[in-house]
């Protein structure tokens, strides 16, 4: 009787055992949508990391047009922008949400300012939000309080007054060691801000420009920050920089995403590293691609290793899941996600499957 107790017990354990390797497998993924197409807010599903698929999809919060979504550092709290110019005095807005498993908890939200934001930018330490807004051509930067609710009274940096003959368009914000990096579609420019008394104003070296009609919009650091990689969406470009003894930027080089033989019109979006640095990854809306670039460690330059079709139409964010070993692309115009297999060694993908979902743009790992 007391072996049999002991088969149970033994039993009871690796059941319970297997099912906490289950759960520790499964990520969650949230999801930011444009909601004229059927779509009513932000959706999480849990992600195999192991399989490659998708479960519980469940609407974890209802909001108009969150098509950009930012969980911060300490994974406690999510922020949405709601890309919009009916907020508040023909602005958009920003909320912020507790997240609660898969689920999110409304905290607060305020206007931004500027219209139609579409990129949010969290400081490590969690003290402040970057709001950039592409039609508004601005930046507006909110305190995060303790319980993650956004401070009124922002401050607010018109990009409009920059330039009188080119018009601005803010796309996107990184808080860095550095201070604040911002690229302005319009403008040609990353521009640079550093955090002096109680404010941001610009760095010593306050703008980092790109080719006239590049568009840059998105970027990523490599390297520590040694390198500087920006994706400009206008002529379809990535730009490297890299970062000087006395921590100004230089262009080391501009190389094309499109492939030689395409001819149709195409529009770059997001862009990302892999984990460890080897190859950066980028999205062509038009060629429908995602591009991939094998990145030298020594000079940072970059060699094509080749491209993949998104199986969709007009991808816009894409995300590397925790483990590294899955690329998932939003493709907005065939209301897709697609999942790729990732070669660690070679940086090739190859389609695993998909999911529908309306007017997907943004993916967000809560890992």
């Not at 969406?233 to 230089?250: G, H």
């Not at 529009?267 to 980028?282: P, R, T």
């Amino acid at each position: 009787m007391k072996k049999y107790h002991v088969l149970l017990l033994s039993i009871f354990l690796f059941v319970i055992g297997c099912k906490n390797e289950q759960i520790q497998k499964t990520h969650t993924l949230f999801v930011g949508t444009y909601t004229e197409n059927g779509s009513e807010g932000i959706y999480s599903y849990h992600f195999n990391p192991k399989t490659g698929d998708f479960g519980h999809k469940k609407l974890a919060a209802e909001i108009g047009n969150p098509s950009f979504v930012k969980v911060s550092p300490d994974k406690k709290y999510l922020y949405a922008v709601e890309e919009t110019d009916r907020y508040e005095n023909s602005s958009g807005g920003v909320a912020a949400f507790r997240i609660d498993g898969d689920s999110l908890v409304k905290i607060n939200s305020n206007a931004t300012v500027g219209a139609h934001p579409c990129h949010i930018g969290l400081s490590e330490d969690g003290r402040f939000l970057a709001a950039s807004s592409y039609t508004g051509g601005s930046l507006t930067l909110f305190d995060l309080g303790d319980g993650g609710e956004l401070h009124p009274s922002p401050q607010f940096m018109n990009h409009k007054v920059l330039d009188t003959v080119k018009t601005s368009h803010v796309h996107s914000a990184q808080f860095t060691e550095d201070g604040l990096f911002v690229a302005d579609l319009g403008l040609d420019a990353v521009k640079r801000y550093q955090w002096v008394g109680n404010e941001f104003v610009l760095a010593a070296q306050p703008s980092l420009d790109m080719a006239s009609g590049a568009g840059p919009r998105h970027f990523t650091f490599g390297q520590g920050g040694q390198y500087l990689y920006v994706i400009n969406e206008l002529n379809s470009t990535i730009t490297t920089l890299q970062r000087n003894e006395d921590s100004t930027y230089q262009e080391v080089e501009s190389l094309s995403t499109l492939a030689k033989d395409f001819t149709g019109e195409s529009f770059c979006a997001d862009i990302h590293l892999s984990q460890d640095g080897k190859f950066l990854y980028g999205s062509n809306r038009g060629e429908n691609t995602i591009v991939i670039f094998k990145v030298d460690p020594s000079s940072g330059k970059l060699s094509l290793v080749g491209r993949e079709s998104v199986k969709g139409d007009w991808p816009r964010n894409f995300a590397l899941d925790p483990s590294g070993d899955f690329l998932l692309v939003a493709n907005q115009r065939s209301n897709n996600i697609v999942v790729f297999k990732r070669d660690k060694t070679e940086g090739t993908l190859q389609f695993l499957n998909e999911i529908a979902l309306p007017s997907p743009v943004c993916l967000e790992f809560l890992e």
